[in-house]
């Protein structure tokens, strides 16, 4: 039978601490933001800073040293950019710049304390227990045109006795807006949303070995909320 961990013994796990997966990952290139999540951040921001008024807002979950972010905050000069990382280690690139903050913390107990513009998670939920939870809870925090868009695998998204969801899945993350390409495993929503998927989250495996990107993950197992558990 496998062990599940709690969301406290799941971040002591080594799989979880010694994510390699995003540390040093830059906002552009064969390996960046851009191509993993199929969106120009840099383009996204200055065509709505562009708009004027209002500032833009950037949350980046799970953010590694935090690279990418200095990056573009740098590339786009502006000060109207406001962007947060989240990162359960506190090892964070440097220098800093204005408009950059970094939040040390497990992304499952972040509040935030404002609606963004893009929400962002490179690779970030291999390594998170309540992965349908986290996407629940950040379209949310967007504003209404906000985007939400995530490397999710569902293969790492399965029942009390290990099995993928599959269909059972795909079908209520689109009922509650999402669209996922099962080709780039990458799921995405436009604008503000609460989000109840009829799910209960059981704990974490941190022993299922690697996935579609040959790193050692986590597989997240749930119950169908519809049953009754047990």
């Known amino acids: 039978m496998v062990r599940l961990l709690d969301n406290e013994s799941l971040e002591r796990s080594s799989v979880v601490a010694n994510r390699a997966m995003n540390r040093e990952r830059g906002l552009t290139g064969s390996n960046g933001y851009g191509r993993e999540l199929g969106i120009d951040v840099v383009d996204l921001i200055t065509d709505r800073l562009a708009r004027g008024g209002e500032p833009f807002h950037w949350l980046d979950l799970c953010c590694g040293t935090g ?134 989250y059981l704990g974490a495996d941190d022993q299922a070995g690697p996935n579609y990107t040959g790193q050692p993950a986590v597989n997240s197992h749930y119950a169908d909320a519809t049953r009754p558990v047990g």
């Open 67 to 200: 690279t990418a972010l200095l990056e573009c905050a740098r590339l786009v000069d502006d000060p109207g950019l406001r962007i947060t990382g989240v990162d359960l280690v506190d090892f964070f690139a440097g220098p800093p710049h204005a408009g950059v903050e970094f939040v040390t913390g497990p992304v499952e107990s972040f509040v935030p304390r404002r609606s963004f513009d893009l929400v962002t998670c490179v690779h970030g939920l291999h390594y998170v227990g309540d992965k349908l939870g986290v996407l629940a809870r950040a379209a949310s925090w967007l504003t209404a045109d906000g985007v939400l868009v995530a490397n999710l695998d569902l293969a790492a998204v399965v029942s009390a006795e290990g099995r993928p969801w599959g269909r059972r899945l795909t079908g209520p993350l689109r009922a509650a807006g999402f669209d996922y390409d099962s080709r780039r495993r990458r799921v995405r929503c436009v604008g503000r949303r609460q989000v109840d998927l009829p799910f209960h």
